[in-house]
């Protein structure tokens, strides 16, 4: 049985429904540098071997919580578990800054960049973008239930990067007037298809249907070393309105040939993974 | 200038933000009969001039009021112009009734039929397959911001037709687990392309990637004889959320090489409108 702190963290982590992937695999880092603080020896090996159940459970669509668990030793040394899960953490912050650099090079003067729900991966390549000077200009979705595309057009705001928001149903219509389109990724399957957010795919399709580039920005801890995207398991939250339940799969799958490239720290994978 | 009563049916037919062409229609139809009330002769054929351009710029998007407009002819005689109305109102049930008897035949037994907001034809599809005794399922969207798929999902509980709603985000997903998308139309441009609610693109290109055959069903009034594809011009009813602009085009445009076929009630026309 985990100790009441990290049940709670766990919990925390199940409930959260506006942040994505990258967020959670912090999150996740915190929860090993607390047990790091509260047991150590025979309890801390037994705990750390829990955690590679709990850690992936919390969400099994998220890469991300899989390989955090693999990162992390089976260990009675309090001292190594801190050292690695603090590792994790700053190769994160790394990975989302490289990703910047490298994802900024691809925004171009003038730019139209469409995008779906709120990516941290995104966030990075548009701050990285403004840094170089570049001018262009953001269409992004409200993404319905939880309106997380608004808590981007806030992040946006503050960078003073002009945007528009648009409804989901209208991702068709937006991408035709776009240049580039670029999203993020909870989970690269090892055969490359992008899942994410419900609804990238259907973007993924009207880009291809008009000739706009697609790519997805996911740090490496991201690609999935084993799940092919036959065996995503996705996540549903259903919730009811005027008395209705309405269905609600977080994630849809997008096959690989929709993808012009992942954007990782280590280079822009085209086709993804195949490098 | 038109009557009082007239403008304020026409106020009426502007600000409806549920109701789609059919419905457009039949309250144009009874805007023409009101007039035939009020005036005759000379002023009646003034504001009947009026009605040309009057009617079609409620909705320049809906093909249903552009021929509407074309079908009462400019006359004094009041008599001539509350029979022509009565017509067009008889003619679209007629026509409802018959798409309910062309379309009923397309849906097989253990049918997963997707459909995208409300159409009035495409439920006159599903009561007539009730009707035949088959069993069928609905996969329908809420239909964001309006909801409008809320409204359809209250008729298939009255009539006993089991269904699912989902998120407009998830029509992709929900695509591949459909055997026939069915929906409705505001607008069957010259060149075929199916002019309706905004997402219905998107649903269409999930069908195509899936190969699940995709049809329009449509009234011939709605059938545009002059629009084309590239003529569209989009009504757009931008919303406040969270202090923000939201972009809401209500319609996009699917282009005929998605369309399986246009339901009308003469047939169903493969490509549409080459028969």
Redesign the interface.
């Known amino acids: 049985m985990l100790p009441q702190e990290i049940r709670i963290i766990l919990e925390e982590m199940r409930s959260e429904r506006i942040r994505g992937a990258s967020w959670l695999a912090m999150k996740g880092a915190e929860a090993y540098i607390a047990l790091a603080d509260l047991l150590e020896g025979e309890e801390l090996e037994n705990a750390l071997r829990e955690m590679k159940t709990e850690i992936p459970a919390v969400n099994r669509t998220m890469a991300s919580l899989y390989n955090l668990s693999r990162f992390i030793p089976v260990t009675g040394n309090p001292e190594v578990v801190r050292a690695k899960a603090e590792e994790f953490i700053r190769l994160a912050e790394e990975a989302r800054r490289e990703i910047g650099n490298i994802g900024g090079e691809l925004i171009d003067e003038n730019e139209v960049v469409i995008t779906?729900s709120f990516s941290s991966a995104v966030l990075e390549i548009f701050k990285a973008a403004g840094r170089k000077g570049k001018h262009f200009k953001v269409v992004l979705?409200?993404?319905?239930?939880d309106?997380e595309g608004?808590a981007l057009?806030r992040e946006l705001e503050k960078l003073g990067i002009p945007f528009?928001?648009?409804?989901?149903?209208?991702?068709?219509?937006?991408a035709e007037k776009a240049t580039l389109a670029l999203v993020g990724a909870d989970n690269v399957t090892r055969d490359g298809a992008v899942v994410n957010?419900?609804?990238t795919?259907?973007l993924a399709?009207?880009c291809h249907?008009n000739g706009v580039p697609f790519y997805a920005a996911a740090e490496s801890f991201k690609l999935h070393p084993v799940m092919t995207s036959r065996d995503v398991e996705?996540v549903e939250r259903p919730y009811a309105?005027?008395g209705?339940?309405?269905?609600?799969?977080l994630f849809?799958v997008t096959p690989w040939r929709y993808v012009r490239g992942v954007i990782t720290e280590f280079g822009v994978l085209v086709p993804p993974k195949e490098i």
């Not at 209705?244 to 799969?249: C, E, G, Q």
């Open positions: 779906h979705t409200e993404s319905a239930p309106y608004l057009a528009e928001i648009i409804t989901d149903a209208q991702l068709g219509l937006f957010k419900a609804g795919y259907l399709l009207a249907d996705l309105r005027q209705h339940r309405i269905r609600n799969y849809d």
